[in-house]
């Protein structure tokens, strides 16, 4: 039987890094040894034991990490993500060069994922690379976010961070902008927030500045609490033809669930687009295995044929950071793995929807 991780490790691994006072090297080394014993999941857990190394100060060692993850590419869930990480953290210590050529690289490839386009333009934001830091956070919203009514959640870093870079740059607002303002729910503005004079607020003897500062200071960090304890999406569960073949051989009662693959992947995208009409928002699509649910099962004492423990699998692996965002764009890989464009697979609109 394939290994998978159960639950349980990534609730661990939260526990430990909210406790306080965390040991990251011995962290690191822990989520190494976890990897080690759950491949299926060692993407995320070599990127958070990097995270760590660089946390200690060690920064080889989690070049050390993106490396190993970088050495087999193509059974990576997100090789851009890896990448980024790795440049950011090779220009933190005096590996400009080779940092750039990476950043250089992703920009070429134009990743459909936000993430590696954040990082990458904070990196040359925060080597003082302005100009380039603005090129890159356009590129990354004229790719990602044309034709596209209402930005998804992920998409917002981008869209704030360039307009933090153009008032830097003394840059006029344009669409762009205003867009990131209607967005940004704080009560502070994104102008006061991105002022490039607040730094001196910081040695003012003004009493009025330092607290207008503090109460700046508070916005942001309540911006930043917001997207930590942002809700995990409400999840539809996929398994894959191969997944699915073996789900039914072994427990052939669920059937009923399941009549044929096809069907699956249709009720998927139905329930997605009816929870998206009835105004649920932060949807997504999280892929499960036969291991992984086997174990689930037998963590929450129930046998697999169970229909009811489904849907709990699905929050299950979606609290651990198991889903993916839906709906894709248009152009992007359909959720289903066809390889075609979402917008010539599931994300045509049925018949009914037509008419």
Known sequence: MRPDTPAQTAET??????????????????????????????????????????????????????????????????????RALKAANLWEYDHEAEARAIIDGIRTTAPRDPAPWVIVAESLEAHDELEAAHKTFTEAVDLLLADVQEPPYATH??????????????AAHDDWDTLADALHSSPVSLDELHDPKRVWSLGSENPAELKAEITRLRAELGAYREAL?????????????AELDELLTAYPGLTTEYPTHETHLATIEASLRELSAS?????????????????????????????????????????????????????????????????????????????
């Not at 890094?17 to 014993?37: F, I, K, P, Q, S």
């Not at 070599?46 to 060690?58: F, I, Y």
């Not at 942002?230 to 398994?239: G, I, K, N, Q, S």
């Open 157 to 170: 870093p981008l869209l704030y961070g360039r307009h933090r870079v153009r008032r830097m740059l003394g």
């Open 279 to 355: 105004g649920t928002p932060n949807l997504g699509i999280v892929t499960g295995t036969v291991p992984s649910y086997e174990a689930f099962a037998a963590s929450e004492a129930t046998s697999p044929s169970d229909p009811t423990l489904l849907p709990q699998y699905a929050t299950t692996l979606a609290a651990r950071g198991r889903a993916v965002a839906w709906p894709p764009q248009r152009d992007a890989s359909c959720w289903c793995g066809s390889g075609t464009a979402y917008g010539e697979c599931h994300g045509t609109p049925a018949p009914t929807e037509l008419t």
């Open 229 to 241: 304890s942002r809700p995990f999406p409400v999840a539809v569960l996929h398994w894959p033809a």
């Open 13 to 82: 691994t939260a526990d430990a890094e909210t406790a306080g006072n965390v040991d990251h090297a011995a962290e690191a080394a822990r989520l190494e040894r976890t990897a080690g014993l759950y491949p299926e999941d060692a993407e995320a857990l070599l990127l958070r034991a990097a995270a760590h190394r660089e946390l200690s100060g060690d920064r080889p060692a989690a070049t050390t990490l993106y490396d190993r993850l970088l050495s087999s590419p193509d059974t990576l869930d997100n090789a851009s993500l890896v």
